[in-house]
């Protein structure tokens, strides 16, 4: 099974924070070159405290995927460290959330025999269902512009709230993502498009997914 489920930052064990935190590192430093704090083989920053809950993607004790989640009432990359980069950012008052440090680790993913799951659709439909599990009425992220491509290509029908340029030079987009019903039913969709199952409940909190690692062609 693959598992997703969500872990406040005071209750990560030191193990599984090492992990997460070395897999950033390789993700945001070593591969897309972002300007990200790294120590000890080790990417985090300031937002990585109590007020942080991880969503975690685990397949057989690793992790293959996860990202960040943010209450908007607190600190948050929003409307801090990229705040520079937009000409306005004005973030609602109300039960939001903010998305930062999305990743997928396609080499985990491949030696796991993961390439034809849908993890990117299960990650997408996870924030979905965290965000309505607990109560939050959308979830505001920044992306780049591929990221953004990637999203609206899952069928999430997004919006982009305002556009800003990256230390690079780079498009960038602060994007409103509902979490609505027919959001979830797309995303939905798109799962079972991939790969259908049964005995699965997709719209579940935490969610699990089972992994057939051959089609029936393959057998």
């Known amino acids: ?77 929003i409307t801090g460290t990229f705040k520079s980069w937009f000409k306005n950012i004005d973030l609602p008052q109300g ?48 992306v780049s512009h591929p990221m953004y491509l990637i999203f609206r290509k899952s069928g999430w029908k997004i919006e982009v709230v305002e556009q800003g340029t990256s230390e690079k030079d780079q498009n960038i987009y602060l994007i409103f993502m509902p979490v609505d019903r027919v959001n979830q039913q797309t995303l939905m969709a798109l799962v079972r498009a991939k790969v259908p199952v049964t005995g699965c409940e997709l719209e579940s909190w935490p969610l699990s997914f089972p992994v057939r690692k051959h089609r029936a062609d393959q057998v």
């Open 95 to 142: 039960n939001f959330v903010e998305a930062s440090r999305l990743f997928i680790d396609k080499d985990r993913v491949q030696a796991l025999e993961l390439r034809q799951q849908p993890v990117s659709a299960l990650l997408f439909l996870s924030m979905i269902n965290y965000a309505r599990h607990y109560g939050y009425e959308g979830i505001y992220a920044i």
């Open 1 to 77: 099974m693959l598992h997703l489920l969500d872990v406040n930052y005071s209750f990560l064990s030191e193990l599984k924070s090492k992990e997460l935190f070395t897999l950033r590192k390789k993700v945001f430093k070593d591969r897309l070159n972002w300007l990200v704090n790294a120590e000890n083989n080790m990417e985090s920053d300031e937002y990585d405290n109590p007020r942080t809950t991880y969503i975690f993607g685990v397949y057989q004790e690793s992790c293959i995927c996860s990202l960040r989640f943010i209450e908007i009432k607190y600190p948050n990359m």
